[in-house]
């Protein structure tokens, strides 16, 4: 799988880029032909207190997935993120299996 992780407005700690590597390459056992992931750790200057944005694109055979969410911490935005495209895998991978 090809790897692209940009932090945008801060410079990342490499323990927070392993976490995001590793939770995203648990998406593969979901749909298996991944072909890359482009994932954006935004950190929005705002008086907001949810501004660390996690934006996850995976790119696949036929059309890429999408999945973003905004919070306080960029662990809980990238479960989140996560979450939102595991959901989008399963229900690709069904409807694959439907159409066989």
Same mark, same amino acid.
């Given at each position: 799988?090809?790897?692209?992780?940009?932090?945008?407005?801060?410079?990342?700690?490499?323990?927070?880029?392993?976490?995001?590597?590793?939770?995203?390459?648990?998406?593969?056992?979901?749909?298996?032909?991944?072909?890359? *992931?482009?994932?954006?750790? @935004?950190? &929005?200057?705002?008086?907001? $207190? +949810?501004? !660390?944005?996690?934006?996850?694109?995976?790119?696949?055979?036929?059309?890429?997935?999408?999945?973003?969410?905004?919070?306080?911490?960029?662990?809980?935005?990238?479960?989140? *993120?996560?979450?939102?495209? @595991?959901? &989008?895998?399963?229900?690709? $991978? +069904?409807? !694959?299996?439907?159409?066989?």
């Amino acid at each position: 799988m090809k790897w692209d992780i940009q932090t945008v407005g801060f410079h990342a700690k490499d323990e927070l880029l392993e976490t995001t590597k590793e939770s995203v390459e648990k998406l593969e056992k979901y749909y298996s032909p991944i072909i890359g *992931a482009e994932i954006y750790l @935004k950190l &929005q200057y705002d008086d907001q $207190k +949810e501004n !660390k944005k996690v934006e996850i694109k995976l790119n696949i055979p036929g059309e890429d997935v999408f999945g973003e969410d905004q919070s306080d911490t960029f662990e809980h935005s990238l479960h989140s *993120a996560v979450d939102k495209v @595991k959901r &989008q895998l399963v229900k690709r $991978k +069904e409807l !694959k299996r439907a159409h066989r």
